[in-house]
């Protein structure tokens, strides 16, 4: 029996995990900082009080509980020992393993401005949505209390840093919440004058899609109100301030970063070839180089495919890494052999990453689709993504509800997670 463990129980780890349930040769331990399994996809949607937390979360345990081979432990790991086959939790337990997989993902980065997290919110964890909608419904709230024009404004101020699909998707479902689900809920203050300004750096939004892709997403934000200003650089984030390039100060009560991320810190662990974001370049078959029982998976990996293909870092590519260490594993278990230079000449060894296409939706019914050369955008493009983004849902239960619950607020027009959970004391700021 291999002890194999898995670090992480994101897309990744998960189906690592399934490719090795109830394998006979194979004992398996996934080890989570967290009880439970997050579709990331759909945290924009928690952030901006469509669904709710458990609604884009499921337990770990219950997912896996069929495997009899597999025990699920929620811990942090914060050291990996590669060459002496052991990893260390934040509770002081000690995991020893025959292979490992590390697949614990990426967090925010800030290109090592790492002060700038403390006045800014972002969005890589439920507890980060729920801060946001915190936010922003709290400043919602003052707003309608406060009898000062400017504080009203800067309560009123949302900017987001970051064209990419999370900045995009944000600015969009915030302009559906405040001009349209919201508007009749306030006396004194009109959500639809709530300023939402979404700064990218590059010359366009959605750098990894089409020029046309991008202007249409472009427009499509502008016909919603949100002020899209490209070619500007954020050089400091200040209580309540992002400082441009230009010299210019912008004011917001909530500036939302979703400019970059970084490796998990413990890619940094394994003494590997790793890219500025912190990401390990693998060898083709998703081993570490000089260990080839250490294997690396999702968004901690840099890396072309065997095809050289960019293995781009979205759910999709992190479940086919997975599902390929698992896969090798067991054919490894079944010619009995564990060495790299075998492995070289098993079948299928080295990673390839089928390109299923990727997508983000621009406010309600609208999204752009890119998958290879087929391009698609506006309503047809946003079923798919809606159609997508639901049968990914893990569990059956889980996908019912969410679609029901989300096919009610969309014909309402009414979210229903608008809760302030852990309201902020009066006196303080949001
Ligand atoms: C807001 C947002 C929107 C996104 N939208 C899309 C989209 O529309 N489509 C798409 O395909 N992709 C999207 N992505 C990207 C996608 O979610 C990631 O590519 C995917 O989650 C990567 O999977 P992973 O398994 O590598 O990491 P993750 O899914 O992040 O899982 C990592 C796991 O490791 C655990 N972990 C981390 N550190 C430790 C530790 N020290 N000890 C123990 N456990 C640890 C974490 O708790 C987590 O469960 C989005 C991401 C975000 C943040």
Request: aromatic letters at 6%; charged letters at 20%; hydrophobic letters at 45%.
């Amino acid at each position: 029996m291999k002890h194999v463990l898995i670090i992480g129980a994101g897309f990744a780890g998960l189906a690592c995990a399934k490719a090795l349930a109830n394998k006979k040769k194979f004992t398996v331990t996934v080890i989570d900082r967290t009880n439970h399994h997050l579709f990331q996809p759909l945290l924009y949607q928690v952030a901006s009080a469509s669904l709710t937390a458990p609604d884009i979360a499921q337990s770990i345990r219950q997912i896996l509980c069929k495997a009899k081979n597999i025990t699920v432990l929620m811990d942090e790991i914060i050291a990996i020992d590669p060459a002496a086959r052991h990893a260390t939790g934040r509770s002081g337990t000690v995991f020893d393993f025959d292979h490992l997989v590390l697949a614990s993902g990426a967090r925010t980065g800030y290109f090592g401005n790492d002060h700038w997290a403390a006045h800014s919110l972002c969005l890589k964890s439920l507890a980060d949505a729920q801060d946001i909608r915190r936010r922003i419904l709290t400043c919602l709230e003052k707003a309608e209390m406060t009898k000062d024009a400017a504080e009203c404004k800067r309560l009123m101020t949302i900017a987001i840093v970051g064209g990419g699909p999370t900045g995009v998707e944000l600015a969009g479902s915030f302009a559906d919440l405040t001009h349209r689900s919201l508007q009749s809920n306030y006396r004194n203050i009109d959500t639809a004058r709530l300023s939402i300004i979404l700064i990218e750096g590059s010359d366009r939004i959605l750098e990894a899609y089409s020029s046309e892709q991008s202007q249409y997403a472009k427009s499509r934000l502008e016909s919603l109100g949100v002020v899209v200003m490209v070619n500007t650089r954020v050089t400091e984030v200040t209580a309540g301030k992002l400082h441009l390039k230009s010299g210019e100060i912008l004011e917001a009560e909530s500036i939302i970063w979703a400019a970059g991320v970084e490796a998990s810190p413990l890619a940094a662990q394994i003494s590997a070839a790793s890219d500025r974001s912190g990401r390990i370049t693998p060898l083709p078959d998703l081993s570490v180089p000089g260990f080839p029982s250490v294997f690396v998976a999702g968004d901690l990996v840099n890396m072309r495919d065997s095809e050289d293909q960019v293995v781009p870092g979205i759910a999709p590519a992190a479940m086919q890494m997975g599902d390929h260490i698992g896969r090798l594993l067991l054919e490894e278990a079944r010619l009995e052999t564990t060495s790299f230079a075998d492995r070289k000449t098993t079948l299928r060894a080295n990673f390839r990453y089928h390109d299923k296409g990727f997508m983000a939706i621009i406010g309600k019914n609208h999204a752009v689709v890119k998958s290879g050369k087929t391009e698609l955008q506006g309503f047809v493009a946003w079923l798919m993504w809606l159609f997508i983004h639901i049968l990914f849902l893990v569990g059956f239960r889980n996908k019912l509800a969410v679609l029901l619950g989300w096919a009610f607020a969309y014909i309402k027009d009414n979210p229903s997670a608008r809760v302030i959970i852990n309201p902020p004391n009066p006196q303080s700021g949001p």
